[in-house]
């Protein structure tokens, strides 16, 4: 498995901008999808982002489309989620996760990471 460790998260006003990253560690990194997932307090954990081996693609939840960012850095091994545009119901954990299915289905991703906490003022 990998080893995956998050940071970027914090305290931001709505309208407001956080990019988080996730820096891997251990099996090959470019062998793996890679998403993004979020849990608020009293919900499920739900699927945000997630972006293929060699970041050719990528799919968004429709709640974000159009105002966060993934992208992967293979050299690094890390993947960032740059969000603008933040909104209060942007709150939650976020985690990074890797696998090998290249789904959007948290049950097929083997590795996470332990979570950043990101909260979005009114």
């Known amino acids: 498995q990998v080893q995956l460790v998050e940071s970027g998260g914090g305290l931001v006003q709505a309208g407001g901008s956080l990019r988080l990253s996730c820096a891997a560690s251990?099996?090959?990194?470019?062998?793996?999808?890679l998403g993004w997932f979020r849990q608020a307090p009293g919900k499920e954990r739900e699927f945000v982002a997630r972006?293929?081996?060699?970041?050719?693609?990528?799919y968004y939840q429709d709640s974000v489309k159009g105002r966060f960012t993934i992208s992967r850095d293979n050299a690094k091994n890390t993947v960032y989620l740059q969000m603008n545009s933040l909104k209060p119901e942007d709150t939650a954990v976020y985690y990074c996760?890797?696998?090998?299915?290249?789904?959007?289905?948290?049950?097929?991703?083997?590795?996470w990471g332990q979570g950043t906490q990101v909260t979005v003022s009114s």
């Open positions: 996760a890797a696998g090998y299915a290249g789904t959007s289905q948290a049950r097929d991703y083997g590795s």
């Open positions: 251990g099996r090959t990194f470019s062998n793996y999808e």
């Open positions: 972006i293929s081996w060699n970041g050719g693609i990528k």
